[in-house]
């Protein structure tokens, strides 16, 4: 057979009853203007031999389901630009689970991050509150842990509200000066939840 003639209904017919010679014919006919159409669309040579390649299988699978009548140039013009549509919905599909993966990730290990850093710095701050002099620590944490006002404070140690104001102005100072240079975003301190800190 001449591979230039286009087919008949009896080539249709003899593909239907799984005759390879006509299904190379047709691929012979055939290849070459599927795989310029779908470089046109793909413009990638790998994927455009890939899809050519996909839709000459899914011809020869569907076989006993075609139409004596049907028009096979159209029908595979037609299977390759759903081919194609198909890969590109799957790729931006798996794009863009890839990316908030990575994203969401990316979020988690920034926060554990954040939460490991706070813990430490945390940590170093309840060390730091360990060694104040002993009634400094004691009017700190009446303050901070335990949320009591300076007036309360000074009526239940029996102390001054100034006594208590300079014991927290001390405790402040020694501990600026001792985190210095390493954590001084702890000055915040007071504005951290008081159960933070411990006894």
Request: with cysteine; glycine share 2%; aromatic share 12%.
């Amino acid at each position: 057979m001449n591979p230039n003639e286009l087919l008949n209904k009896d080539d249709i017919i003899a593909m239907q009853n799984s005759d390879k010679k006509v299904f190379v014919r047709v691929i012979d006919l055939y290849y070459n203007d599927m795989y310029v159409y779908s470089k046109s669309l793909c413009r990638d040579e790998l994927l455009a031999k890939d899809l050519v390649q996909d839709i000459f299988f899914k011809l020869w699978e569907k076989r006993d389901t075609l139409n004596e009548n049907t028009f096979i140039k159209g029908w595979l013009y037609k299977s390759i630009k759903h081919k194609y549509l198909d890969h590109i919905k799957k790729y931006s599909r798996e794009t863009y689970f890839l990316e908030k993966t990575f994203s969401d990730t990316l979020t988690t290990v920034i926060q554990q991050e954040y939460d490991e850093n706070l813990n430490r710095k945390l940590a170093l701050l309840e060390q730091e509150i360990e060694v104040l002099p002993k009634k400094c620590k004691q009017v700190l944490i009446m303050s901070k842990k335990e949320g009591l006002t300076n007036i309360e404070i000074a009526d239940y140690l029996g102390i001054s509200i100034k006594t208590v104001e300079g014991h927290l102005t001390k405790a402040f100072k020694i501990l600026k000066d001792n985190l210095n240079g390493k954590y001084q975003l702890l000055f915040t301190f007071m504005c951290l939840d008081s159960n933070e800190l411990n006894e």
